[in-house]
């Protein structure tokens, strides 16, 4: 599965928009970028996913340039109750064996 | 409705002791796997079963056993516990076949204090 990078944590204040970048430059042809949102003693939930330009839903867009060596998950507004990590994952919708992999994620802090 | 549920959420024991973990989803989901979350936060795929047949298992102790009774349910249990196996353990679903980055639906973890 494509290696991805994204920061570690990111401070936002609330009302905000926060960006977050992941890097993959290896990704393949088959592959999709979804990301997941994990709540401190929660286990992580399924935000988004895409395979090139824009997707968006009443969470989160998604934004993917042509080369889709990176994309940006975009959560408008942010509330305190965005804080959380968020995970970048990359790989194919259907490959029996892969394992999805989880990084480090990034935690993103929103402050009053 | 719980979606894909765990029990028991806390879990401390001592070294040595077995214990067991039990996972049951209600989605209908053929694919179910088991993670293991550190404490740096890395969240790592250990098992992973396709409609009971196992299809993913990383390089994990044999001391840890995945047992699944039929689809719906996925049970780990370790053997001869070590302060090492401390972590928070996921249980998962999904409809996709094992590996692909469909939507997975996790469960609410188990916290494994080993003593």
């Known amino acids: 599965l494509a290696k991805t990078t994204q920061p570690i944590s990111m401070d936002s204040y609330e009302g905000q928009e926060v960006n977050i970048t992941c890097s993959h430059n290896?990704?393949?042809?088959?592959?999709?970028i979804t990301w997941y949102q994990q709540f401190p003693s929660q286990g992580p939930r399924f935000i988004i996913q895409?395979?090139?330009t824009k997707v968006t839903n009443e969470v989160a867009s998604l934004f993917i340039p042509a080369d889709r060596k990176s994309s940006t998950l975009s959560l408008p507004r942010v509330s305190l109750s965005d804080t959380a990590v968020y995970y970048c994952?990359?790989?194919?919708?259907?490959?029996?064996?892969?394992?999805?992999?989880f990084g480090g994620g990034t935690r993103v802090l929103v402050k009053p | 409705d719980t979606a894909v549920s765990q029990t028991p959420k806390y879990l401390v024991t001592q070294m040595e002791n077995d214990k067991s973990i039990k996972c049951e989803q209600n989605?209908?989901?053929?694919?179910m796997y088991w993670y293991k979350q550190d404490s740096k936060k890395f969240l790592k795929i250990m098992f992973s079963?396709?409609?009971?047949?196992?299809?993913i298992n990383e390089t994990v102790p044999n001391r840890f056993s995945p047992k699944s009774p039929d689809k719906a349910h996925l049970n780990l249990h370790i053997n001869s516990l070590e302060l090492g196996d401390s972590a928070v353990y996921f249980c998962?679903?999904?409809?996709?076949?094992?590996?692909?980055?469909?939507?997975?639906?996790f469960g609410p973890g188990t916290r494994l204090t080993v003593t």
């Open positions: 998962a679903s999904s409809q996709e076949k094992a590996g692909g980055s469909g939507e997975q639906y």
């Open positions: 290896n990704i393949a042809t088959n592959d999709y």
């Open positions: 895409g395979y090139k």
């Open positions: 994952l990359v790989g194919p919708i259907k490959a029996a064996g892969n394992k999805l992999t």
């Open positions: 989605l209908g989901h053929d694919t």
């Open positions: 079963y396709n409609n009971k047949e196992l299809i």
